[in-house]
């Protein structure tokens, strides 16, 4: 079947303004994820969401950042008041049920912010 | 920084057997894997292993766990250009997050 699917694959904005981020999981996949990736970096943790509900934030760097998940199926991640420093590659991720299941990435938007 | 560390660069002649090595810090980790990177691209499961295991093997590739030094290593036979890429070592903490290492650059030569 289809994998996770990410839009657009590129987003290049200027500083100050409000982007979206979506993400399309693998069908029947309750878990959904959002990472992070820094050049030369690995990636890091943002949100983790079981169904509709976050059940996990800890790792958005201020509240600039929100992410939802209103059905439990597609995810979008909001960045308000973009900076310079946001830019990265956003991954969104899923798994079958999030406890100890494989995560199956997507392959990422690339925020530039100018 | 990563709680889970690697090697940065590695070199290996086509034909020849790569390994990489990684070391993770929290014992409870159920779960330790291992994902290839291709430029531009996403992240790719490559094979994973359950902590109560010390070996696992997948066509070319084989997973060493010693949990005790809590060091993982990825081994992959008769490297191709194809396994041109940057490899990731990954722990899951607390039973659905993981943990990232910096990725290993491996270069295949002719």
């Known amino acids: 079947g289809a994998g996770v699917s990410q839009t657009p694959s590129n987003k290049v904005t200027e500083k100050g303004k409000y982007v979206e981020l979506r993400c399309d999981p693998i069908s029947g996949h309750t878990a959904l994820y959002w990472y992070r990736q820094s050049l030369g970096q690995g990636p890091e943790f943002l949100i983790y969401f079981q169904g509709t509900g976050a059940a996990d934030d800890s790792g958005l760097p201020n509240d600039r950042f929100f992410a939802v998940r209103p059905e439990g199926s597609v995810s979008t991640l909001k960045i308000q008041r973009t900076e310079r420093g946001d830019s990265a590659v956003y991954l969104c991720a899923s798994s079958w049920q999030g406890s100890n299941s494989p995560l199956h990435f997507g392959n990422g938007t690339r925020l530039t912010v100018t | 920084g990563e709680d889970v560390e690697q090697s940065l660069f590695l070199s290996v002649r086509e034909g020849d057997s790569s390994v990489i090595n990684c070391t993770y810090t929290d014992s409870s980790s159920t779960y330790l894997y291992w994902y290839k990177q291709e430029p531009g691209a996403g992240l790719q499961l490559l094979t994973y292993?359950?902590?109560?295991?010390d070996m696992k093997q997948d066509q070319r590739l084989t997973v060493l766990l010693n949990k005790k030094d809590k060091h993982l290593s990825l081994r992959i036979a008769d490297t191709q250009t194809g396994d041109s890429a940057i490899y990731f070592c990954a722990e899951m903490l607390d039973d659905y997050k993981l943990s990232f290492g910096a990725g290993t650059t491996v270069t295949v030569r002719a």
């Open positions: 292993i359950f902590s109560n295991m």
